[in-house]
Structure formats: C-alpha cells, structure tokens
C-alpha cells in the first residue's frame, strides 16, 4: 500500500579499502523510502550516491564493502496457496554472492544506469536479454515470456516491439536502449526501481522523454524510484522527497517543496543558488558555483564534512563537532550546528560524538 515503509538505511557505511588507505564513501547514512514514493538522492560528484544505491544490492565494487549499519527491505511475497506475507529482510547483512540477495535483485529491486551498455549485453539480442531476467525469476514458459517482452518493449515505446526482441543493443540509439534498459528492468515487476543518472547521457528532448516514461511507469506499476541525479531541475520535475548529500553523509533531507522553498543547510542554500536560472547565461550573469573544492576522500575534514566551503562556518564549533541530525518539523532533518542550541549541542555531542 501507498504510504507504507519500503526501504530504511540505518547508518550505513560503506568503504573501500585500497592501498593509499580508507576511503569512507557513505559515512552512516540514514533515510526511508515509502511504497508509491519517488525519491530523489541529490549532490555533487563523489558524494557517495551511487555506492549508497549499489550497497542496496550488495554490488559494491571490490575493494568496497558494507562494513556497518542496516538496510530493511520490507518485502510483500506471494506464497503459493497462501496470502501475502509482508517480511522485513536486512540487505546488508547478506552475503554478496548468497541466493538470497540474488532473489532481491532484478526481482523486487532492478537498477539502471546512466550507461545501458553497462547492464544490457553487446552480444545478446534485446529479446534473449529481457527473456532470460524473466525467466530468471518467474515460472512462465519460453512464450509468455516473449509475449511479456514484447509487451514491455511495447510499453517503454519502442516502436515495432515485435521485430526489436532480435536487434542488438548496437542497432539502437542512445534513447531507445535506455527504453530497452527500463523493460528489462521492468520485467518481473520490482516494487522499487533504483535509477543511477538515468538520463545524464541523453540529449534534453530524449531525457524529457524517458522521465515522463519513469512517471507514467511508477503509477501503472505501483513502484517506488529511487532517483539518482545532480540536476536539480530533474528533482524539481520528480521528486516526492528528497535527499541531499555531502561526502557520503546526508546533510538534508525532506519533502521537495521544503527543500526547494526553505533549504535549511548551507550546502542545499549554495546548490540551489547554482542551478542555472533562465536568461542570465545570456546577459552576461555568471552562475554563483559553490565556493572551493570538494575535499580528498582520503583527508576528510573534522567535524562538519561542509566546514571548509561553508559561509556559515563558525570556528570552534564546525570544525571540531560532528552535526548530529537535527529533527525540523514531519519528516525534516538536517545536519548542521546552526540548528538547534549549540551549546547544548556542544555539552551533548562531546558524550556520543567524538571531538577531534
Ligand atoms: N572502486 C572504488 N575504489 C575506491 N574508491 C571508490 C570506488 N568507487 C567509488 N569510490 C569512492 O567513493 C566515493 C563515492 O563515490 P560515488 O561513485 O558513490 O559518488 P557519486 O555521488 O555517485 O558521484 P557521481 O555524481 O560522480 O556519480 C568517492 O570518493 C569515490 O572516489
Ligand atoms: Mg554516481
């Protein structure tokens, strides 16, 4: 049902262990999604939005791994003979390679990407691909599966879905794969679809295309979409809720009329100031970027991750306190010390948060 809880991550962590050191690519971070919801995972790059996405599905390149927290899935499941049964499974603590993360994936949880050709085959035709990952998961015979193909390939608006299950990938254009890729990952009716940049390589036009598809999509198919982008305009357009991150944690989260129209955190402040606003480029008007550089995931800084580009920094506290989150109204949460007592904070955060 609309409105129930689909998914939470609990702090999670997620790091790669290479030889130049630790990098802490999503250092406890905390959101929920609901069934029916479109959630939008917003920041610049490096941020750690798509290891987030990829931890979900326990396929975190080597040599990253989740080394703490929990990701709830609350899954419905029809059993044969029986009604519904709702269970709540920890995605991160399956091992990676377990049957049953493998029966989560593709099934009740598929992901896109910004690059189809790094999850459809060059080698098999777009019909043996969306074939096979039903197959994969679903009792149908070799025909209805074809005949389910067809019909999502129809769906997505391929035109001729009959004749495209025998083209390859190759014979498409950049749009009509990302079609192809969405069918595939429609094929065995997942109740969240992660999307990672999906329309980041097309051209405006063709994007505008494949996110009113993903909109239309959701509602038919009664899912949840996890959207990953750093265009804020394509928030605007999808959003329900919306969470921004900053070197792998979250610095604020909310509905996206908040976010759009009372950003609480400085670092959501000097994103939305950068979104390109129309007609300025043309009279000369440069757009105001965010100051400074995002730091070395090897050398994070103490305290607030933002201090160093923050125009609200205050010395002595930003730096050395690590921002707890802070609750602002229903569903409302930012991590920044100019919220909230500070010295409260300060007295409070010493016991529980480590002052370096
Ligand atoms: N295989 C890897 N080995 C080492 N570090 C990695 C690896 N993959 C990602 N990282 C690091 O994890 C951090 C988060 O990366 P991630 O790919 O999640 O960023 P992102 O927010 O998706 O950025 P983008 O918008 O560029 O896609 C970065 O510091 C990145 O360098
Ligand atoms: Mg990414």
Redesign the pocket.
Known sequence: MAGETLLELKNLKTQ?F?DDGV?R??DGVSFEMKRGETLCVV??????????ARSILQIV????RVVEGQILFHRQRQEEGKSEVNEIIDLAALDPRSRAIRDVRGKDISMIFQEPMTSLSPIHTIGDQIIEAIRLHLPVSKEEAEARAVELLRRVGIPRPGDRLNAYTFQLSGGMRQRAMIAMSLSCNPSLLIA??PTTALDVTTQAQILDLMRELKDEFGMSIML?T?DLGVVAEMADDVVV?YL?TVAEKGDVDSIFHDPKHPYTQALLRSIPKLGLRAQGIRLDSIRGMVPD?YNRPGGCPYHTRCDDFMPGLCDKITPPPIEMGEERLVRCLLYGDQKAMADQTQQTVKVR
């Open positions: 790669f290479t990098v690519a999503v920041g610049e790059s490096g941020c750690g939005k798509s290891v987030t390149d080597y040599p990253g990672d940049e990953i750093h991150m792998g995931p």
